[in-house]
C-alpha cells in the first residue's frame, strides 16, 4: 500500500534558522507529492506540489524535490520567520488527480521562536 | 480562489444522535472528499466522491454514510454518534485532471458526549 513518513516533532527553531522537514514515501505506481500548512484553527492550505521525479515546488521561500531514487520529499527553508509556526503534512497522490484521496503523513508541528 | 465551505467549525452531540455534517464548495469541482484528523494519526480518508450520487469507501468508512445529491455539496452522516468518532472533521474537493490539488475547509470539531 501507500505510506508517508516524517518526523513528527515539535520542531523548534529559532527566527532565521534554516528548515528542513524530511519525508519519504511508498507507493504503487508513480505518484504526485505535496506539501501542506495547517494554521491553528484553520483547515489545510497547500503550499507547493510535484508531479514528475527530480521536479521542484516551490512557494512563499519553502522548496521540495521530488526524489525518485531516495522516495523522498523533503521541504527546506532558508531562513523561516515566526509566522511559519504551523503544522506541515507531506502528501501524495497515486492516481494524480487525487481522486482516490491523499495519503498523509502524520504532521510536523513546527515552532518558530523569535 | 477555490472556496470549500463547512458548515459548523464546532459540534457537540450526543452519543446515539444522527450528525449531519455539510460541506459546499463553489468551484464546480467533481471529487469530493471527507478526512478525519486525529493527534499522532493525522489525516485519514473517510469516504470520496467523484461525481453526483457516486460515493466510494476510504480507509476508515465504518460508522460513516455520505450524501451527494449537487456536485457542489457533499454531506457526511454519522447514523449513530459514538465518543470514538470525537475528532476534527475535514472536507476538501478538487477538479477531475491529473496532478491537481485537494482544497481545503476549515475543518468542524465535533464532540460526541
Known amino acids: 500500500g501507500n505510506s508517508v513518513t516524517q518526523m513528527e516533532g515539535p520542531v523548534t527553531l529559532s527566527e532565521e534558522a534554516f528548515l528542513t522537514i524530511n519525508c519519504t514515501y511508498t507507493?504503487?505506481?508513480?505518484?504526485?507529492l505535496f506539501w501542506y500548512v495547517q494554521y491553528p484553527g484553520e483547515g489545510l492550505q497547500l503550499l507547493l506540489k510535484?508531479?514528475?521525479?527530480?521536479d521542484k515546488g516551490s512557494n512563499k521561500g519553502f522548496e521540495a524535490t521530488y526524489r525518485k531514487e531516495t522516495t523522498s520529499f523533503h521541504l527546506e527553508k532558508g531562513s523561516v520567520q515566526v509566522s511559519d509556526s504551523a503544522v506541515y503534512f507531506c502528501?501524495?497522490?497515486?492516481?494524480?488527480?487525487?481522486?482516490?484521496?491523499?495519503?498523509f503523513g502524520k504532521g510536523t508541528h513546527l515552532i518558530i521562536q523569535p | 480562489d477555490v472556496k470549500v465551505t463547512q458548515s459548523s467549525r464546532y459540534l457537540v452531540k450526543r452519543t446515539g444522535e444522527k450528525v449531519f455534517l455539510e460541506c459546499v464548495q463553489d468551484?464546480?469541482?467533481?471529487?469530493m472528499f471527507w478526512y478525519r484528523q486525529d493527534p499522532g494519526l493525522g489525516l485519514r480518508l473517510i469516504y470520496f466522491?467523484?461525481?453526483?450520487?457516486?460515493?466510494e469507501k476510504g480507509d476508515i468508512p465504518e460508522g460513516y454514510s455520505v450524501s451527494r445529491e449537487k456536485k457542489e455539496r457533499f454531506s457526511l452522516i454519522l447514523e449513530s454518534a459514538s465518543t470514538n468518532q470525537t475528532s476534527m472533521y475535514l472536507c476538501?474537493?478538487?477538479?477531475?485532471?491529473?496532478?491537481?490539488?485537494?482544497?481545503f475547509g476549515d475543518g468542524t470539531r465535533l464532540s460526541i458526549l
Open positions: 466522491s467523484y461525481d453526483v450520487k457516486m460515493k
Open positions: 476538501a474537493s478538487s477538479l477531475v485532471r491529473q496532478h491537481q490539488p485537494q482544497h
Open positions: 468551484m464546480d469541482h467533481e471529487n
Open positions: 507507493a504503487t505506481g508513480y505518484p504526485s
Open positions: 502528501a501524495l497522490s497515486v492516481s494524480g488527480g487525487g481522486a482516490d484521496g491523499l495519503t
Open positions: 510535484a508531479t514528475k521525479a527530480d
